[in-house]
């Protein structure tokens, strides 16, 4: 732990390090654009409607992205603490949410603002190395699980899902599992039947 940094920057220059190997003077005018900001759980963070102007590091807690169509909850994405999360699509078309980010326990996150961002893309190449590489992270696990939940057999559904989705054991370990259900598009019942299966082969 480097004592220039706080306690907040120091988890932000580990997880970025995970990408690049960012040197101190590096990461100096990343972690002057920081900023923090914690919820009560039940609180929502994004709301329909709402335009999302911020890329988000969870330092505490499990974040639900959803959206409700025709009255029906389907999970978009999870996030737990070392995850980022955004509604990327909101973002970058600077358009209202479709989506709902909720806080499901108390959380902390850390955050960029887009204006911020944009800005330090201009002037640091190892800064824009990292968001490059962070953007593909996400929307490679993304099109796997747009791919894996095209198969109807739930068990192939279920084995692909721990197969390719790279957080799955985490979510499993952390997560209730009727919201993993929903996020593999099965029934709770589903769910509880074909992880039994799996775990007997």
């Known amino acids: 732990m480097n004592k220039a940094f706080s306690k907040e920057e120091n988890i932000l220059y580990s997880f970025l390090n995970t990408v690049y190997p960012l040197t101190e003077l590096e990461f100096k005018p990343i972690a002057e654009i920081l900023k923090k900001k914690k919820y009560k759980k039940g609180e929502i963070i994004l709301n329909i409607g709402q335009v999302e102007i911020k890329t988000s590091l969870l330092i505490k807690g499990f974040v639900h992205q959803y959206v409700i169509i025709e009255g029906e909850l389907f999970t978009i994405d999870f996030s737990l603490s070392g995850m980022g999360f955004n509604n990327f699509t909101s973002y970058i078309e600077n358009s209202p949410s479709n989506q709902i980010q909720k806080a499901m326990t108390d959380v902390e996150i850390l955050y960029f603002k887009k ?12 800064f824009c190395y990292i968001y490059t590489k962070l953007f593909e992270q996400v929307h490679l696990e993304r099109e796997k699980r747009s791919l894996l939940l095209q198969h109807k057999d739930v068990f192939k559904k279920y084995e692909l899902f721990l197969k390719t989705i790279e957080k799955s054991k985490v979510f499993i370990e952390e997560i209730p599992q009727k919201l993993i259900a929903n996020y593999l598009s099965m029934t709770p019942e589903s769910y509880s039947r074909v992880k039994k299966e799996y775990l007997k082969k």
């Open 115 to 126: 204006q911020d961002i944009e800005k330090l893309l201009l002037k640091s190449q190892p």
